[in-house]
């Protein structure tokens, strides 16, 4: 039996109706092995780095000096201990006018510093920038700072310069080429001055009412022993929720690096969902060409069960074909999608900084079981009709129904498929949603053809012209295959059509986010009798715009009445915000680029206190209008009433606030100012001008992080164009499956039309109304699905306003209505030329 499958396959493989079932399972299973490798090498490479990223074992950040009590404990348990205090400051070089200044993020370190990872030094800036450097000895000696690199060049300081931080100067001594526990917040985007935590108390830099965080990093004597730390952690976690303590964090190998695993779990889950989609449609041209395989083997099966051989040796015959199909496709895939994942890498550039470790077995046996579902799954429906072909069909052309067994398998494939999903995704409720989406556009789809085909029906007998009747007769004669047909193209058009135009659409508008004359400066603690004078220097140095806003820092601490403690939320996000101090504002008028999405603006009655709320903040914290929230301002609970929520336009870079409350609500609390604005080039010595003019302000350049984020962006982009170009191929696959799937039957039509008398001329016409007609039917519902799936990703994952382009739903139809008429030209046009008896034998 073996041998008589091996010789089957052979054949088949050399008539040429097994390498498109090849082709479609490479695609599928290289589309999600290229995902399946990037991601492993992430996960791994996180895994084993994660404790370098904290620069210890444990990690606790703090508002103030950490519990004198804690460290007591960590000693006690023999743990090692070092400090690190950061800050936002201004950093300074050079004398009188031709001084300069740059926002820098100030990092004091103490004796031990990193306990894990290494931090790398430079003299050369060319090697720092490409975080190529030697290991550091120890911290940064008395009265010398260590620099990113790219601060040299914003205040044009050498090696051996003088810089100055608050009242102290230092001299520039070397160059930070690798930093291991350098965070992803905001102020970090800033370069980096590292200074010896003892030269700190001289700057005078840190005042009452400063922002700081105190880090104190914990960690075992040696590796092997982070037990003892993750106690220890513990430990800490329970005093913070027994103590009720405000303002601390405690990160550590599960918890640490909050932002940057969120980052990569958001990037992990959209590459897969990618990879994802290609296998879809892949799936949905293997399930085509497998029925494509039966029906051109339902004579051999017939002539081997008049040779005596019993259906379970015809279904294992076949079923074993479709085996080493599906394993050479599979392993194909895999090598593709290993090779795929390096050009993967190599887009992504800078974003994976850290050298990776080599990729696990664990994607190649995923992508191999993947391929061996996706062919159960889908081709095994129409190989076990097979079984069913009766002996007799090799007189008389008849064709049993489907049996229950054969039947069965249909809920095996939408089974897999799920499986598939939940596998993929590793995210259960986004899974289901996902399955029961692309099972709704399905039915949606075929529902939609089935409509048409009946509308149909009507114009046969209204249209005076044969080949408008040929052509409404032959979809009339064929609906299940027809539909089939629409559904198929409308997936794989619907795919390239989200590819092509809405997918261009999505890319610019993301790139387009944070517009061309966005802030590139933001200006913090402007006092209220500097903001007059401060505006109108604004002003004469060109900015068109500087709205100056009032804010006011305070604690949430109870809502509804209720105390917030460590317990009021569970969610990590939730806790984070409630446990920070809000930035608070107050105005009269609704700010720009805000919106009221609930509730309404303040109503101006005496006496009462009320709050606008940002509507993300507020599904989070679970508020809602008429809730009750009470902050400490400097010391004075302040309570008013949610009576609004705001939609932001967070991407605008413009001043935001979470909590705005009415001026009565803040009444005779002190206040400070802050503003955003566009500088236009050539007017950086403005900027030096406000440092030395008003010393307590704090002015962040944020111009560098907005072309830092861009070029970040770009790259992401790329990154996800490569990864679509399996999505297309896996479209082009379903387009030419579902084109091809009748091209028999239509073959032998064609043949006995002509043979009763039909011209060529009134047959070509008629192909070319049948496929325009399904073509431009499958174009207008794969560009209704693209829109809805537009819509879902501007408003879900792109977070801005999306509009309709009527122009895709032109797109599809035109689109649908050529494809459908080439391939049927393709594949018919040959039929046509040659006599109708030859093309009669050769389809018998």
């Known amino acids: ?252 190998l599960e918890t640490g690096r909050p932002e940057m695993r969120a980052t990569l779990d958001r990037a992990e889950r959209f590459l897969a969902l990618v990879g994802l989609l290609s296998a879809l449609l892949a799936a949905v041209a293997v399930a085509m060409a497998a029925r494509r395989f039966m029906l051109r083997h339902l004579d051999a099966c017939a002539m081997l069960r008049c040779l005596g051989l019993s259906q379970n040796q015809v279904t294992a015959l076949y079923l074993t074909e479709f085996l080493l199909v599906g394993l050479a496709g599979s392993a194909l895939g895999v090598a593709v999608g290993y090779a795929a994942h390096h050009v993967l890498l190599q887009a992504l550039g800078s974003l994976v900084a850290v050298a990776l470790p080599p990729p696990t077995l664990a994607p190649a046996l995923q992508g191999l079981a993947a391929g061996m579902l996706l062919l159960v799954g889908f081709a095994l429906p129409p190989v076990l009709q097979l079984r069913n072909v009766p002996h007799n069909r090799v007189i008389r052309r008849e064709q049993a129904a489907p049996q229950p067994l054969a039947l069965v398998t249909y809920g095996l494939g939408l089974a897999s498929f799920i499986v598939l999903l939940l596998w993929q995704a590793g995210d259960t409720q986004l899974a289901l949603y996902t399955a029961l989406g692309f099972v709704g556009a399905f039915a949606v789809f075929g529902l939609a053809g089935w409509l048409g085909l009946a509308a149909l029906k009507p114009l046969r007998g209204l249209i005076d012209h044969q080949s408008w009747r040929f052509a409404i007769t032959s979809l009339q004669r064929r609906p299940g295959a027809t539909l089939v047909q629409i559904v198929s193209l409308a997936l794989g058009l619907m795919a390239l059509l989200l590819l092509t135009v809405v997918r261009g659409d999505l890319m610019t508008a993301w790139r387009n986010a944070t517009p061309a004359d966005a802030p590139n400066r933001f200006i913090i603690n402007i006092q209220p009798e500097q903001r007059d004078e401060l505006a109108a220097r604004l002003t004469r140095a060109g900015v068109r715009e500087a709205p100056q806003f009032p804010m006011i820092r305070g604690r949430l601490t109870a809502v509804n009445g209720q105390p917030v403690t460590a317990d009021t939320y569970t969610e990590d996000r939730a806790k984070s915000l409630a446990d920070r101090e809000f930035n608070l504002s107050t105005m009269t008028q609704l700010q720009q680029g805000n919106r009221i999405s609930a509730g309404a603006w303040f109503s101006d009655r005496a006496g009462t206190a009320e709050a606008s709320v940002e509507e993300g903040i507020a599904k989070t914290l679970r508020w809602k209008l008429g809730d009750k929230l009470t902050f400490d301002i400097a010391g004075a609970p302040v309570e008013a009433t949610i009576t609004s929520l705001r939609k932001l336009e967070w991407g605008s870079m413009r001043v935001n606030f979470f909590v705005i409350l009415n001026p009565h609500a803040l009444q005779g609390t002190s206040q400070s100012w802050i503003t955003a604005f566009h500088l236009p080039a050539g007017q950086g010595a403005l900027m030096n001008a406000f440092t030395r003019d008003y010393p307590n302000l704090t002015i962040v350049d944020v111009g560098g992080l907005l072309r830092q984020l861009q070029a970040v962006l770009d790259q992401v982009v790329a990154a996800v164009e490569f990864l679509f170009a399996f999505t297309l191929a896996s479209g082009v696959l379903v387009l030419y499956a579902a084109l091809m799937g009748s091209q028999d039957e239509r073959s032998r039509e064609a043949g006995l039309l002509r043979a009763l008398g039909a011209t060529r001329r009134q047959l070509s016409q008629a192909q070319l109304i049948e496929f325009a007609l399904v073509g431009g039917l499958a174009g207008l519902l794969a560009a209704s699905g693209a829109a809805v799936m537009g819509w879902g990703l501007a408003t879900y994952q792109f977070k801005f306003d999306w509009t309709f382009d009527p122009t895709v739903w032109l797109a599809g139809l035109l689109a649908g209505a050529l494809c459908a008429m080439a391939g049927g030209w393709l594949g018919l046009r040959r039929v046509l030329r040659r006599p109708p008896l030859l093309t009669l034998r050769e389809a018998a």
Not at 213 to 241: F, K, N
Request: aromatic share 6%.
């Open 1 to 252: 039996m073996l041998t008589l499958a091996l010789k089957m396959t052979a054949r088949d493989w050399r008539a040429g109706q097994l390498r498109f079932l090849l082709v479609a399972l490479t695609v599928a299973v290289a589309a999600l092995a290229a995902s399946g490798f990037f991601i492993d090498r992430l996960r791994t490479g996180m895994e084993r780095d994660a404790h370098q990223l904290l620069g210890a074992d444990v990690v606790i950040n703090a508002d103030l000096p950490v519990d004198p009590a804690w460290r007591a404990e960590a000693l006690r348990r023999g743990l090692t201990l070092a400090d690190t205090v950061g800050f936002a400051s201004m950093a300074q070089a050079g004398e009188g006018e031709r001084s300069q200044s740059q926002l820098a993020a100030l990092k004091a370190v103490g004796p031990g510093y990193p306990l894990r990872g290494q931090l790398k030094l430079s003299d050369d800036p060319a090697q720092a920038e490409q975080s190529i450097g030697q290991p550091a000895a120890g911290i940064p000696a008395a009265g010398t700072v260590w620099i990113d690199p790219g601060l040299m060049g914003a205040l044009n300081v050498d090696l051996g310069g003088t810089l100055r931080l608050g009242d102290r100067a230092f001299t520039v001594a070397r160059l930070i080429a690798s930093e291991p526990d350098r965070g992803a917040g905001f102020l970090n985007f800033a370069p980096r001055v590292m200074l010896a935590l003892s030269d700190l108390e001289a700057t005078h830099l840190i005042q009452p009412g400063s922002r700081v965080t105190y880090r104190l990093l914990v960690a075992a004597p040696t590796p092997a022993q982070s037990e003892v730390a993750a106690a220890y952690g513990q430990w800490l976690q329970q005093q913070i929720q027994a103590r009720n303590v405000k303002g601390v964090r405690i990160e550590s």
